[in-house]
C-alpha cells in the first residue's frame, strides 16, 4: 500500500482498532522493560503504540510517519494520555526525515521495511544503544518485494552487533499475522 492508502486507512479509522488497540509490540516492552528510559527514535511509527508507550515509561520519543492521519491520532492519543511525544510526519521513502548520528539509545522500525533505512538507523544510536526491527518475510512459494525481506535477511544487516534476540516466524502481536524476521540488536562499544 502507498502513503496515500495507508493516510486514508487511518484517517477512516480502520488501521485505530487494528493496530492502535492491540497495545504496544511484545518485542519493544520485554525489550525495554529493564533499560533505563533514554531517547527514543519510532520510525514508520503509525499511530503510535509503541511510541505512547515508550513515553508512558519516560522515554523522550520522537516519532515520525509519512501519514498526516496517523500522526494526528498519535498527537491526540498523547494529549489524552498526558505525555510528550515529539510527533512528526515525513516520508521515510523520500529522505524527509534525516537520523542525526549517535543521538538515540533506541531505535525501533516495526513492520516496515526500507532497506536504506538500516544503515543510517544503526549509526543514529550511541554506543550500547539498541535498535529493534520487525519486518514482514517471505513465506514459502513468494519472492522478496521491497516490502518483504527474504529469510535470513535482516539478520545480514547487523553483522558485528551483538545479537539480543533474532527470531523468524508468525508474529506474537495480533496486530500482525504474516510472518516476520525481529531483531534487537546493540550497538558496541567501537
Request: glycine residues 10%; charged residues 25%; aromatic residues 8%.
Amino acid at each position: 500500500m502507498d502513503l496515500r492508502g495507508w493516510n486514508e486507512c487511518y484517517f477512516s479509522g480502520q488501521r485505530q482498532a487494528e493496530h492502535f488497540d492491540a497495545g504496544p509490540s511484545k518485542l519493544v516492552t520485554e525489550t525495554v522493560q529493564p533499560l533505563p528510559a533514554g531517547t527514543a527514535l519510532d520510525l514508520a511509527c503509525g499511530a503510535g503504540r509503541n511510541a505512547l508507550w515508550l513515553a508512558e515509561q519516560g522515554w523522550k520519543v520522537t516519532a515520525v510517519d509519512g501519514a498526516p492521519a496517523a500522526i494526528e491520532i498519535l498527537r491526540r492519543r498523547a494529549a489524552e494520555r498526558g505525555v510528550t511525544v515529539d510527533a512528526r510526519v515525513a516520508d521515510l521513502e523520500k529522505g524527509e526525515y534525516s537520523i542525526e548520528p549517535s543521538a538515540w539509545n533506541l531505535i525501533l522500525l516495526c513492520y516496515y521495511l526500507q532497506r536504506d533505512l538500516f544503515e543510517p538507523a544503526k549509526r543514529g544510536v550511541v554506543q550500547g544503544g539498541i535498535v529493534i526491527a520487525i519486518v514482514h518475510i517471505t513465506e514459502p512459494g513468494e519472492e522478496p518485494t521491497y516490502k518483504r525481506a527474504r529469510p535470513g535477511e535482516l539478520r545480514s544487516w547487523f553483522e558485528g552487533w551483538e545479537i539480543l534476540h533474532y527470531r523468524e516466524g508468525k508474529p506474537d502481536d495480533p496486530a500482525h499475522q504474516r510472518a516476520v524476521a525481529e531483531i534487537v540488536a546493540r550497538r558496541g562499544q567501537t
